[in-house]
């Protein structure tokens, strides 16, 4: 893991880019404290690591005593797109645009990113645990469909947050009767492109007997921001 700049904001959070071989991420932490947990957080498909909201949540949680790191998924962000990326995303305008159906695009899309991207997230991890200023435990903030894989297929993960306004490949929906740690989801009661009752049978799906649902109104961007309180204090519960 190499720094490649450093700056300390307005509310005393220290904000880091690294990279780590190809994936570029950002690191925030409250520097002066004891080792912290960790939280790993994550954008939707498309999104940048510096996406506004994303970056306002881990300075937040930074600022409530948690390390904080997030990195661009591959074709996302910083890194370039490949061909069958740019296909995939041309496709699925157009069959928005003609109110097509479009989960079998999703499919070909979102299932290849999860497999690329969580062995990203386990190579991370490795580099960020061995910093003195992170102690540990972990958890997942993000995107639900790689925070499942990523909860099935890494131990160190102790609790999750995951946000339903996303679409979840059928294996990962599979996949969420192995999620055992506590979890945290969030549904937009009025997404726009995520239908409430697939998300009511995720929710249902998970095999943790450890999990809450927090339901508002309003559509995909509309998750009111205490939202970012009630998850800091869910993570106390489980990484303090």
Known sequence: MRFTSEQRLDDGVLEREFTLGEIPGILWTLPGSAPAPLILIGHNGGLHKREPRLVARARHAAAYGYAVAAIDHPGHGDRPRSAVDEQARAALRRAMAAGEPVDEI????????????????RTTL????SLPEIGGPVGYSGMTAIGIRLAVAE????????????????????????????????????????????????????????????????????TPWFEVDDGDRFFGRHLK
């Open 106 to 121: 999703f499919e070909s899309f979102v299932g290849p990113l999860v497999k690329k991207a969580v062995p990203e997230w």
């Open 155 to 222: 131990p160190r993960i102790a609790a999750a947050g995951f946000f339903a306004g996303g679409y979840v490949p059928r294996a990962q929906r599979e996949e969420a009767r192995q999620v055992t740690i506590p979890l945290l989801f969030l549904l937009q009661w009025d997404d726009e492109g995520n239908p409430r009752q697939r998300a009511l049978d995720l929710f249902d799906a998970f095999g943790t007997k450890e999990k809450t649902l927090h339901a508002n109104m309003g559509g995909h961007a509309g």
């Open 126 to 129: 490795d580099a960020l645990l």
